[in-house]
């Protein structure tokens, strides 16, 4: 050893002697080392593995007082421990025996310190175990043994492990199961997982902030045992060389990353729970949702139809958490909102569940000008999914901020959850029941539970909804006890006479609205019946949406003859037939309406006319002849809410 430390000088012919030290040290040694075979009496030889490694090491840190010519003695002692541990580290893959590679790997990594603390005893005074706690972290899990039945449960496991302990691991060194269905379940039949600031033997890391060190040794072995069905950690190395801070975790961790395609939809489905849906979200999803996902793709695309036809249209999409399977599904066009805008006083809640046998059909509905019911949001929704009111209302006033202090009566079709939470959404409206909906639901209930009833039975529950005193309805009461048995009383005293205020005439202000309301309900109906069935998909439902969501569908239920007759009562019989014929060609005419900011522009298929914003003058040849309203205007006032009669008809 003397002779070939002796020899350094000699040899350094300028190029050793100009390496930065911390190269020249790292050159020195694999020359000192590699003379171990060579210079090694046999005594030495012959020793155990533990003690022959102990006197190697004694060789070695003798070398270092001679080769230390002031620069590595000059390094800060955080960087001198190290540099000295990764050459001792170094050195270990070269001399140590098969019996110390054949110990666990907590216990070779003890010997491995204790050797080395042992053989820096005078130039290190005993600070080597300070150093470490500065510098290293130790996680206290004990991973080692843990069973998982998939390779999602331990990714689940694994994420929440590193946010919990605020380390990043990456994944290396995979291998796949031999039977298909084992890759099915499990992935793989191991994984190396290594700490994100691991580097190969003999290479050094060096972080923004600090001095270079070497890659950090903490990993977990992840295999598949097959006659268990399990994976299992053998292995899990838990002592970082270095602190583990939170803001590089957040800036490195994924969450999901292990799972690849899957995960990385689940994390997106799952953000998007919390906010409308964008049509970047909406071709992100496309790109990664192929198969096993053709109906999610096929509803994608029908959102992308949507969303680029109307920009301003609000599309709430949210998936079942941690799965790609959807919950809900909300629409809420830019017409919708303009009609939801200008008519926000009472709003209507629709319940479909016996279209489909997996998914329920949900509208919100306002009253415009005329009279006529018109739908604000459409939700298409999951069997058994909770508080679908209160999720389109607030939806919706997300999308149309300035109705929530406009509404005045929200009126449901029967009982629904958490009115008290919609109530707080919407503080100055009045929920209540729609009276004739209340009626048909005790009805059905009666018949259900009593198969055997009067035939007035209808007539008896129609006079208790429509009482006009609460003495009336008190006397009704008494008679209930009479005509229906135990169980429908307990029902009824549980479930309506509780919320009679919301329902009952004398109590409830909701008069002839509910008939209206009843209408729309069963044209809904009829109109999604005839086009739907009870296979159809979510992609179906959007593609209807999307076709009535147009002039002819709108003004399908127009009642042109009580239009005509107000006409015939104000103007000229001649002018009357005029109007007449341009309200037919309003109602059975195909139009599509935009909205350019300034105008409506009509198109016929044909040719483009344009209405002003107050929709009293067009571009058309009859409108500028006569100076009637015509077809365009009457279309354009159907399509927006607006009044049929305006002041300008008078005149005639």
């Known amino acids: 050893m003397s002779v070939m430390n002796n020899s350094f000088p000699l040899t350094e012919s300028g190029s050793l002697q100009n390496e930065p030290s911390q190269i020249n040290l790292i050159k020195k040694m694999s020359v000192l080392n590699n003379s171990f075979p060579l210079a090694e009496p046999e005594s030495l030889q012959n020793e155990p593995s533990q003690i022959n490694l102990i006197k190697r090491m004694s060789i070695l840190n003798s070398s270092f007082s001679l080769t230390e010519s002031g620069s590595l003695q000059s390094e800060p002692s955080q960087f001198n421990l190290i540099q000295r541990m990764s050459l001792l580290n170094s050195s270990f893959h070269l001399i140590e025996s098969g019996s110390l590679q054949s110990e666990t790997s907590q216990f070779h990594l003890t010997q491995r310190m204790s050797i080395l603390n042992s053989s820096f005893p005078l130039i290190e005074s005993g600070s080597l175990y300070d150093e470490l706690s500065q510098t290293c972290t130790v996680i206290e899990d004990d991973l080692t043994g843990k069973t998982f039945s998939s390779w999602e449960e331990f ?33 793989f039949k191991w994984v190396f997982l290594l700490c994100r600031h691991y580097r190969s033997a003999g290479k050094y890391v060096k972080p923004r902030k600090g001095y270079w060190r070497p890659g950090c040794p903490s990993r977990i072995v992840l295999k598949l045992d097959p006659e268990r069905g399990k994976l299992i950690i053998t292995r899990a190395i838990l002592i970082h060389n ?38 970047r979200d909406v071709k992100t999803l496309l790109k990664y949702c192929k198969s096993p996902y053709e109906d999610i793709c096929e509803l994608l695309e029908g959102m992308e139809r949507l969303m680029s036809a109307d920009p301003g249209a609000k599309v709430k999409l949210v998936f079942v958490e941690n799965h790609i399977i959807v919950k809900y599904l909300i629409i ?54 909770p508080n679908l009111l209160r999720l389109m209302v607030v ?28 109530s707080n959404i919407l503080p100055k409206a009045k929920v209540q029941f729609c009276r004739s909906e209340v009626i048909k639901t005790l009805y059905n209930k009666a018949t259900e539970l009593q198969p055997f009833l009067q035939n007035n039975i209808w007539d008896f529950l129609c006079m208790l909804a429509n009482s006009l005193s609460s003495t009336f309805y008190n006397v009704c009461l008494q008679e209930m006890k009479v005509i229906f048995c135990m169980e429908f009383l307990q029902y009824f005293q549980d479930v309506w006479h509780s919320q009679k205020e919301m329902w009952v005439k004398c109590w409830s202000s909701e008069q002839e609205q509910g008939i209206a309301f009843s209408s729309i309900v069963r044209f809904q109906q009829q109109m999604f ?26 003004t399908a239920d127009l009642d042109e003859v009580k239009i005509c007759a107000h006409y015939r009562e104000t103007c000229p ?33 044909v040719s483009d006319y344009a209405v002003n914003k107050k929709q009293t003058s067009c571009s058309c040849t009859i409108h500028i002849s006569t100076f009637l309203p015509c077809r365009h205007i009457f279309a354009t006032r159907l399509w927006t809410g607006e009044t049929l009669f305006f002041f300008k008809l008078h005149k005639f």
């Open 573 to 605: 019989s001649n002018v009357a037939d005029l109007i007449k014929e341009e309200i037919s060609l309003a109602k059975y005419g195909c139009y599509r309406i935009q909205d350019d900011g300034l105008r409506f522009v009509l198109n016929d298929g």
């Open 242 to 279: 270095h602190k583990l801070c939170p803001v590089e975790f957040t800036k490195w961790f994924r969450a999901s990353s292990l799972t690849g395609k899957t995960r990385f939809l689940i994390r997106i489905t799952n953000k998007l729970a919390r906010q409308f849906l964008e049509m």
């Open 332 to 385: 809420v066009t830019s017409h919708m909102m303009s009609l939801c805008e200008k008519f926000p006083f009472v709003l209507y809640f629709s319940k479909m569940s016996h279209l489909n046998s997996e998914f329920d059909l949900c509208t919100l509905l306002c009253r415009d000008a005329n009279g006529r019911i018109r739908e604000c949001a459409y939700c298409i929704t999951r069997k058994g999914t």
């Open 529 to 554: 019946a005839s086009e739907l069935s009870t296979s159809s998909t979510l992609a179906d439902y959007v593609r209807v949406f999307l076709k009535l969501q147009t002039v002819k569908v709108e």
């Open 155 to 187: 990714c689940n496991f694994f994420d929440n492990w590193c946010e919990k302990t605020k380390t990043v691991y990456n994944k290396r060194n995979t291998s796949p199961p031999a039977s298909q269905d084992l890759e099915e379940t499990f992935k």
């Open 395 to 422: 939806s919706l006033v997300q999308s149309v901020p300035l109705i929530k202090v406009h509404v005045h009566c929200l009126i449901v079709g029967s009982i629904t959850e958490d009115l008290d939470g919609v």
